[in-house]
């Protein structure tokens, strides 16, 4: 200190420009003070606690040389013994001594009775000082007695306070802070605080993401991350001030094992920010995917077989963070012996209540009104306890002990292949699976107790495990748990406003249990491989180590290998095409099985992420599911060319309906021009709709629309009709994209008479219904969608790629797919590629240029990945069979959705980051 402190003097005394050399001063040590602990960082010579102190260090010697510099140089004391009573101290997380490189420093000037103008002036140069170094300073000023009255008032203050050091200043008046906090703001009112710290952390988590398995995690305040560490540190300093951290093991709060934990997972965390904070350049926290690449090469991870270097470094994080996650669990649950905090309701906090039972098994006992073995030989004995004890907490409506879940944690190895194929620990498993009333909470604290990986290996392999992708948002455990909470609250009526028809077939479905099982083992392909198939072959071995029956192990497998087939048809497909409908009803063969994979797929999309699931997926699962349940009824083991004839059936009754409610000539009119894939494709209230707008403008030879928003669907439905002609499809989805609406369905038939009458669904880019609310905005998206119908497109201006950050770190590779098999009229096209604004249009351009005639459009957006789907036809109404010329279409398509690629490669290498392949969105 006194060595830079002497130098800023000298300088301050130099006869040219001082200002200007003690600010270069200041920067030059500034930089090279961070730069030795960048290097040392990068190098791994050093932890990365110890770059964060030496980070906080070269921080204080800038505050220490201009508290001397501004006190000695500038602002010198009148008198001898005016220096006394102020102080300068740091608090926050610079006051625990470490800083990343873009944090910032807290500083408190503090002054034991009142103000002097010199030290305003001090505090000025000080502040005016950091500030032209382009540093973060959080500052107060504030009297003692003032602080006082603001910790015993205010709890983060109180915390900020409790993190403090002395910089520079009278030292005495430091100890008597330090003393005054703990006499009258700490001692006597620990509980309180307590309880504040971990009502700050629920708050915290519920504006963070209360998951910790975010796929994005933020690694400062989210669940798993530092400031659940400090909390803890936090809690120590309030209830040990003499002892602190040091304090949670010696009381007993934390166990010698747990207490080498916090280490391992605080320095872990630290080199993450530090890293972080270095390639972004800002105080970044928030681990985002267009930074995860460069982290885990710069911690080391390559690529493995089956899973990605960044994949590893992601599953490397939520294992911390799931130690994070069961210390700040353990201690808690520990406070509650000391009455620190209000015990909560257990295993009850996340399930229904009910009535707490007695014990059955002497292997227990009640500690703290939580479950305990009785003790740790009992287990040894019988380590089917270890799955026993999450059941009996369920039964009893308690929590389980601290101690508990450090025995389990500690006896995974008695869990071995004999107690794997017990049948009685089957059972038990099986109860807490599909018994208990919120099965996802009991098991998602079996896999922090590290039970349910080693119990179910299968399993055990997805824990922690990532997909690098902008579709999924939680890691697959989490993802399965919440897919498995979402089954069980649909089975126990608790979603039937959200899924009226799963909610209603669900209570009819006769192997719930293969249901559970099947949505518990979903994933567990996503090790390695295809995961439909390699999901399959790991639930098979499953099922035969607990000797399941072969009938129920073939079922669990079928769904499992089939899981993405629902969705796919729904979203990808025409569902007015019988041929469709018939496919999809061979595939499941009974309505048992179609009922199991409509519910398996609703609780499939809604643990995807939030905003994934909406109406309008909702509304094509319910009419895919009705569709191919009456075509099950209607065969009654005939042929399915006796389902085609039911779905003409059903197209003529649905006519009939229209017809005897309508005397319209127009109406009339509009009945018998469009086919039966028209009638078969939407519900009856969208053809009622449908019919009031031909009632008004069928028998014009002329274009017209209407936009209206079906809540139904979650999505604004535009209506077109305009005389046929090449290239319409394309010009109306260049007014929709002009516009900037995104199209997510769009239905288009041309009728005997030449007419087109085109169905368009149209949300913005956040998945809400276009322009809702907004009726002005519908007016013109009408008439610039008749404007575009009558030959009269908006000018076609290119839509520059917005080459965001988050999107340009993956590589999304652009196919292309040709199938003369789902459709009998149509060649389907799938086009896949990155998602972008104005897809549609472009792709919609090269069909029309290319001659072709769409039928139908379905476009899926999976985050980063675009599937647009097409069902077309050449000029002549046939199939697209050339080799020549789908080999000219496929590559104009792909050069269409390639543009983007190129424009991300651009991007990404004009910022310098590394791309990495990104998981199927699948």
């Known amino acids: 200190m006194g060595d830079f402190g002497d130098t800023l003097i000298a300088a301050a005394k130099s006869p040219d420009e001082p200002q200007t050399e003690i600010h270069e001063l200041l920067k030059t040590r500034f930089q090279m003070d961070r730069d030795a602990a960048l290097a040392s960082l990068n190098s791994g010579s050093r932890s990365s606690l110890d770059v964060a102190r030496a980070m906080a260090a070269g921080a204080d010697t800038l505050v220490k040389g201009l508290y001397r510099y501004a006190g000695e140089a500038l602002h010198p004391p009148d008198a001898p013994g005016d220096e006394a009573g102020f102080a300068v101290i740091a608090v926050g997380g610079y006051g625990r001594g470490v800083l990343a490189q873009h944090s910032d420093i807290d500083l408190l000037f503090l002054r034991s009775t009142h103000k002097t103008g010199r030290e305003e002036k001090i505090i000025e140069t000080m502040l005016y000082a950091l500030w032209d170094l382009r540093l973060k300073v959080g500052h107060s000023a504030r009297l003692l007695d003032e602080c006082m009255s603001r910790a015993r008032a205010d709890h983060v203050v109180l915390t900020s306070m409790l993190d403090s050091r002395l910089l520079a200043g009278d030292a005495a008046l430091f100890e008597t802070f330090r003393k005054r906090l703990k006499d009258e703001a700490i001692i006597g009112r620990q509980a309180r605080f307590v309880a504040s710290k971990l009502g700050e952390r629920d708050a915290r988590l519920a504006r963070a993401g209360a998951s910790r398995f975010m796929v994005e995690p933020d690694i400062k305040d989210g669940k798993g991350g530092l400031r659940d560490l400090n909390t803890l540190s936090w809690i120590a300093q309030a209830l040990f001030p003499e002892e602190g951290l040091a304090g949670l ?4 709060l934390l166990s010698e094992a747990d207490a080498e934990r916090y280490e391992a997972a605080i320095e872990f965390l630290w080199t993450v920010r530090l890293h972080l904070h270095d390639a972004a350049g800002r105080a970044q926290e928030v681990l985002s995917f267009d930074y995860q690449p460069e982290l885990a090469a710069r911690m080391g991870y390559s690529d493995a077989t089956f899973e990605p270097a960044v994949e590893l470094f992601m599953r490397a994080y939520f294992r911390v963070a799931t130690d994070v996650g069961a210390l700040v669990r353990v201690a808690s649950a520990r406070l509650e012996a000391l009455h620190a905090k209000r015990a909560p309701e257990g295993v009850a906090r996340t399930t229904p209540r009910h009535a707490r039972k007695p014990l059955e098994d002497d292997a227990y006992r009640i500690v703290d009104g939580r479950l305990a073995f009785s003790d740790d030989a009992v287990v040894e004995a019988r380590p ?59 098991l998602r604290v079996m896999i922090d107790a590290g039970v349910l990986g080693v119990y179910l290996p299968e399993f055990g392999r997805v824990v922690g495990r990532t997909q690098f992708n902008m579709y999924h948002a939680f890691t697959v455990d989490e993802h399965t748990m919440r897919a498995i909470g979402t089954l069980a609250a649909i089975e126990r009526g608790r979603e039937s406003e959200r899924h009226p028809v799963s909610s209603e077939v669900m209570p009819t479905l006769k192997n719930r249990r293969a249901l559970y099982l099947a949505m518990l083992l979903h994933d567990t392909g996503k090790a390695g491989g295809d995961q439909c198939e390699e999901g399959a072959k790991a639930a098979r071995a499953a099922c035969e180590r607990w000797g399941l029956a072969a009938k129920e192990a073939d079922l669990i497998v079928w769904l499992i290998k089939h899981h993405l087939d629902m969705s796919d048809a729904a979203q990808r497909r025409d569902l007015g095409d019988p041929k469709t409908i018939a496919d999809f009803a061979d595939l499941v063969e009974t309505p048992e099985r179609l009922g199991l994979l409509l519910c398996l797929t609703v609780a499939d999309i809604r643990a995807v992420a939030p905003g994934v699931w909406n109406d309008f997926k909702a509304e094509l699962l319910r009419e895919l599911y009705r569709l191919t349940h009456s075509a099950l009824k209607s065969r009654s083991g005939e042929s399915a060319q006796r389902a085609e004839h039911s779905l003409s059936a059903r197209a003529e009754m649905r006519r009939d309906r229209i017809r005897q409610a309508s005397e319209s000539e127009a109406v009339r009119a509009w009945l018998d021009d469009l086919e039966d894939a ?23 030879n002329k274009a017209a629309s209407r936009a209206e928003t079906i809540r139904q669907r979650g999505a604004v439905e535009l209506l077109v009709t305009a005389p046929d002609r090449p290239g319409l499809f394309a010009d109306l989805a260049a007014a929709v994209a002009a516009e900037g609406a995104d199209v997510v369905d769009a239905r288009i038939f041309t009728t005997e008479s030449g007419r087109a009458f085109d169905v368009f669904y149209l949300q913005t880019p956040q998945g809400a219904p276009f322009a809702d609310q907004a009726p002005d905005a519908l007016d013109h998206l009408e008439a610039v969608v008749v404007a575009a119908a009558e030959g009269r497109p908006p000018e076609t201006r290119e839509i520059e790629p917005q080459a965001r950050a988050r999107e340009a770190v993956f590589a999304v590779e652009p196919e292309v797919d040709f199938d003369d098999e789902a459709s009998e009229r149509h060649t389907v096209i799938e086009v896949s590629g990155r998602d972008r604004a104005g897809l549609l249009r472009d792709l919609a351009r090269v069909l029309a240029d290319c001659g072709m005639t769409v039928g139908s459009a379905h476009i899926e957006s999976r985050g980063e990945r675009a599937v647009d789907v097409f069902y077309v036809a050449d000029a002549n109404g046939n199939k697209i069979t050339g080799e020549a010329i789908r080999a000219d279409l496929g590559a104009r398509l792909l050069n269409a959705m390639g543009r983007q690629e190129a424009a991300m490669e651009d991007s990404t290498s004009a910022r310098g980051l590394r791309r990495a392949p990104s998981s199927p969105a699948r």
């Open 249 to 252: 093991p010696v009381r007993g």
């Open 384 to 442: 089917r306890l270890l799955l026993d004890i999450f059941l009996q907490a369920d039964r009893l409506g308690v929590d389980i002990h601290p101690d508990a879940i450090a025995t389990a944690r500690d006896s995974l190895n008695l869990i071995g292949e004999t107690l794997r194929a017990d049948p009685r620990a089957r059972d038990i498993f099986f109860a807490i699976l599909t018994d208990t009333d919120a099965p996802a909470a009991i």
């Open 678 to 700: 028209y009638w078969l494709a939407f519900s009856r209230d969208a053809l009622n709709r449908h019919a009031g707008f031909a009632d008004a403008v069928w028998l014009q």
